[in-house]
């Protein structure tokens, strides 16, 4: 379900598909007497036949009468290029969030840990990779050349081994397929260093998740 608000996109977690016998009934109650452009998306139409889908949609006209009701298939596109154009429509105009010469409002330390979790995942199998978490210790940049210490941190022994691999090769080949990367997006030269450290159970330390940015 959609619910368009002055230059604001909702996306509502009750979605609606066709297999759906009922839905909150607060949230129906609230939607009735809403003044903002409501969408019911009925999804999954493809599990099911024509006369179940024109069923489903009288039923959520009849629910929602100033509401418009969209059937369709995610998984095959049906209707999906339709329905976002409509969504187009609706959105208003609004005044940019940032300045037009400014890209994101991420650091460059996030996103070269992100280039370095990203070949993590490439290169390291079963549970690795949701193991680790990916720290920038220092970030010193010249005109030409960008030096870089990251920080690899693993929650057991046998992790860290599997990250360096045998005499290094492991992160060897990750640290080439980073550096090649950022340099790529940086348009500089990279000397980068990857360390591996062992901090045990991070993933269950609340004041480690907040270190790393993540919301206890």
């Known amino acids: 379900m959609l619910i368009f608000r002055p230059c604001e996109l909702q996306i509502r977690k009750n979605?609606?598909?066709?297999?759906?016998?009922?839905?909150e009934e607060k949230t129906v109650e609230r939607l009735k007497t809403t003044e903002i452009p409501v969408f019911v998306l009925i999804n999954k139409i493809d599990l099911s036949n024509q006369e179940q889908v024109e069923q489903a949609?009288?039923?959520w006209r009849e629910t929602l009468p100033n509401a418009t009701v969209?059937?369709?298939s995610a998984q095959y596109g049906a209707n999906v290029e339709f329905i976002f154009k409509q969504i187009l429509?609706?959105?208003?105009?609004?005044?940019p969030y940032f300045p037009k010469d400014e890209l994101t409002d991420r650091s460059m330390r996030f996103f070269i840990t992100e280039i370095i979790r990203e070949k993590i995942l490439l290169n390291y199998q079963q549970e690795i990779p949701y193991s680790v978490q990916v720290e920038v210790e220092s970030y010193e940049e010249t005109e030409r050349?960008?030096?870089?210490?990251?920080?690899?941190y693993v929650a057991r022994d046998s992790q860290k081994a599997i990250i360096i691999g045998k005499g290094g090769s492991a992160i060897k080949k990750l640290g080439m397929q980073a550096r090649a990367d950022i340099e790529e997006f940086t348009g500089k030269k990279i000397f980068l260093e990857l360390f591996v450290k062992v901090d045990k159970d991070w993933r269950d330390n609340e004041a480690e998740l907040k270190r790393f940015g993540y919301e206890a």
């Open 57 to 59: 949609v009288e039923q």
């Open 70 to 72: 969209f059937p369709l």
């Open 89 to 95: 429509e609706k959105l208003p105009e609004c005044p």
């Open 145 to 152: 050349r960008i030096h870089i210490r990251s920080v690899i």
């Open 15 to 23: 979605g609606v598909d066709i297999t759906d016998k009922k839905i």
